[in-house]
């Protein structure tokens, strides 16, 4: 059973940057960070291939977002840079035993417990 471990969530200005990880407690194929905002279903920001090869953004953070992994720490990385309001929401991060990146959330079996993320001035 792989554990995911979110890290990372904060309050921050708009404007502003974050930077969240997700450790695994073994080595996990194909990633993705999904999120919840208040009143809305869970939507797929970004997914990262098994050897970081490949990569995909929702439409709504390309450009600002940058996913990255780390296979040596079992770790995978999301920079979020100038952050917006609208991006308030619990991030979650979640693992496939699929090796290629999907945003597909019914691809993915593992999930960590989410990190808070505000933006509010």
């Known amino acids: 059973q792989l554990q995911l471990v979110e890290s990372g969530g904060g309050l921050v200005q708009p404007g502003g940057s974050l930077r969240l990880s997700c450790a695994a407690s073994?080595?996990?194929?194909?990633v993705a960070w999904f999120r919840r905002a208040p009143g809305k279903e869970r939507e797929g920001v970004s997914c990262i291939s098994r050897s970081g090869g490949s990569t995909q953004y929702a439409d709504s953070v390309k450009g600002r977002f940058t996913i990255s992994r780390d296979n040596a720490k079992n770790t995978v990385y999301l920079q979020m840079n100038s952050l917006k309001p609208e991006d308030t929401a619990v991030y979650y991060c979640?693992?496939?035993?699929?090796?290629?990146?999907?945003?597909?959330?019914?691809?993915?079996?593992?999930w960590g417990q989410g990190t808070q993320v505000t933006v509010s001035s």
């Open positions: 073994g080595f996990a194929y194909a």
């Open positions: 979640a693992a496939s035993t699929f090796v290629m990146a999907t945003l597909e959330e019914r691809r993915y079996t593992y």
